[in-house]
């Protein structure tokens, strides 16, 4: 049967009563003669809609021989001060996530992690600001004293941005205790910016260096948690 003729026997159909074509034949003869350009034009729509799939040759596996890993602590020669406990703690929270490799203490691990920040600095950023010019009273002269406020604070600069920027280049090693060979030697340079100074409408003046001490350390812990998932990510994907 040919196309046309598919669209020409619905009008063949035997009418009711009424001279039309009963509802569920007219839906029968269509499905049966739409069935399978249907599914061809389903397959075309879905060709042309921007479906993609992208196949790779990766995946995950780990080390021959390597079932379990330690991290060892952190060796900082960036000559900062830095959290960096938190690395060690991402380090460690990354693969026990995966799942891949039993987290075990040194004792008990057939891989170890080694991560040792080379370099690091905190270096101001964001916007100049200035603090108004504080005249200091003059010398005491042996009637009451001028108030503490008069003075300026020693610890106030004169110009500040408002906000820091932490750089670090970490260098990663992971070792299998076993062969006493290296699996992986990796260097993961980094940085973040962080909020310096806040404004006096959301913490005190006296509260700026705690501030400024959180902030650090959450720009810290993200790039910790960057670094780690790429280490896990590194030996683990082939």
């Known amino acids: 049967m040919s ?14 009563s009424s001279g039309r074509t009963p509802r569920r034949e007219r839906l029968g003869t269509w499905a049966r003669a739409w069935g399978g350009r249907g599914t061809l034009l389903l397959l075309s729509g879905w060709a042309l809609g921007g479906c993609a799939y992208h196949f790779t040759n990766s995946h995950v596996s780990p080390p021959t021989g390597v079932h379990s890993i330690a991290v060892e602590a952190i060796y900082d020669t960036s000559r900062e001060v830095l959290p960096h406990e938190l690395l060690w703690q991402s380090l460690q929270n990354a693969f026990a996530s ?12 057939d891989a170890l992690v080694r991560a040792h920040i080379k370099s690091a600095s905190v270096a101001p950023d964001g916007a100049e600001f200035e603090n ?16 503490p406020s008069s003075f300026k604070k020693l610890p106030e600069t004169g110009k500040y941005r408002d906000k820091g920027l932490i750089s670090l280049v970490v260098e990663v090693e992971v070792w299998n205790l076993n062969t006493r060979t290296l699996l992986m030697r990796r ?4 940085a973040a910016g962080f909020q310096a100074v806040h404004a006096p409408s959301i913490t005190q003046t006296a509260n700026d260096f705690l501030r400024y001490d959180e902030s650090e350390q959450a720009a810290f812990a993200g790039l910790s948690d960057s670094i780690a998932r790429s280490v896990v990510r590194d030996l683990l994907v082939r």
């Open 3 to 16: 196309f046309m003729d598919s669209l020409a026997k619905p009008a063949a159909l035997a009418k009711t």
């Open 187 to 190: 260097s993961y340079p980094v």
């Open 98 to 109: 995966d799942g891949h490799l039993r987290l075990v203490p040194v004792s008990e691990a």
């Open 132 to 147: 108004g010019p504080v005249n200091d009273p003059e010398v005491f002269k042996g009637d009451s004293p001028p108030p």
